[in-house]
Antibody
Framework: EVQLVESGGGLIQPGGSLRLSCAASGFTVSHNYMSWVRQAPGKGLEWVSVIYSGGSTYYADSVKGRFTISRDNSKNTLSLQMDSLRAEDTAVYYC???????????WGRGTLVTVSS | EIVMTQSPATLSVSPGERATLSCRASQSVSSSLAWYQQKPGQAPRLLIYGASTRATGIPARFSGSGSGTEFTLTISSLQSEDFAVYYCQQYNNWPPLTFGGGTKVEIK
């Protein structure tokens, strides 16, 4: 079955770090563009970061310099290292696969990150 | 950055009625526009891509139209399972990828 399963969310204090993972099955992460998208409680969708199949990475201005996207080809997983976390980073984080035309054709179920003291 | 604006924020519709949702881009995105449906506690689900192509398994009552800066999602006859939040997203000029703020379709 083709699916994405996120993990690693939780409660973290402001200024702390957290690493999210996304396990893919049924396809190869490194052959696709893969993104993280987040959704603050009761709010809309916000794109966070992408890693291209070639390895290039890009970030939303709101997380640039604090978050790092990466992948582990041997484990077929996508990761998001989140440092210097702020209250406004509180959200459900989804990993998502891009189609060949760049819209999202597969989403995980998300993992909740809560930044609070 | 391309700003996507959806209207209305909330749409109250009776089951069986037609719903028309709008999405406007701050500059042309050609036909690189997708629509997603999201129900409470669930991940978004792809409905439409290329502005007008239904994704696999999406019922024919969902249709998309438009190009450039003005787009429409129409649900021809609302079913109970269609009450949800709908987001548009442009993928013509990125990063950053940008979404509209969403339209909540609620039962009238």
């Amino acid at each position: 079955e083709v699916q994405l399963v996120e993990s690693g969310g939780g409660l973290i204090q402001p200024g702390g770090s957290l690493r999210l993972s996304c396990a893919a099955s049924g396809f190869t992460v490194s052959h696709n563009y893969m993104s993280w998208v987040r959704q603050a409680p009761g709010k809309g969708l916000e794109w966070v970061s992408v890693i291209y199949s070639g390895g290039s990475t890009y970030y939303a201005d709101s997380v640039k310099g604090r978050f790092t996207i990466s992948r582990d080809n041997s484990k077929n997983t996508l990761s998001l290292q989140m440092d210097s976390l702020r209250a406004e980073d509180t959200a459900v984080y989804y990993c998502a696969r891009h189609s060949a035309a760049w819209f999202f054709d597969l989403w995980g179920r998300g993992t909740l990150v809560t930044v609070s003291s | 950055e391309i700003v996507m604006t959806q209207s209305p924020a909330t749409l109250s519709v009776s089951p069986g009625e037609r719903a028309t949702l709008s999405c406007r881009a701050s500059q042309s995105v050609s036909s690189s526009l997708a629509w997603y449906q999201q129900k409470p506690g669930q991940a978004p689900r792809l409905l439409i891509y290329g502005a007008s192509t239904r994704a696999t398994g999406i019922p024919a009552r969902f249709s998309g139209s438009g190009s450039g800066t003005e787009f429409t999602l129409t649900i021809s006859s609302l079913q109970s399972e269609d009450f949800a939040v709908y987001y548009c997203q442009q993928y013509n000029n990125w990063p950053p990828l940008t979404f509209g703020g969403g339209t909540k379709v609620e039962i009238k």
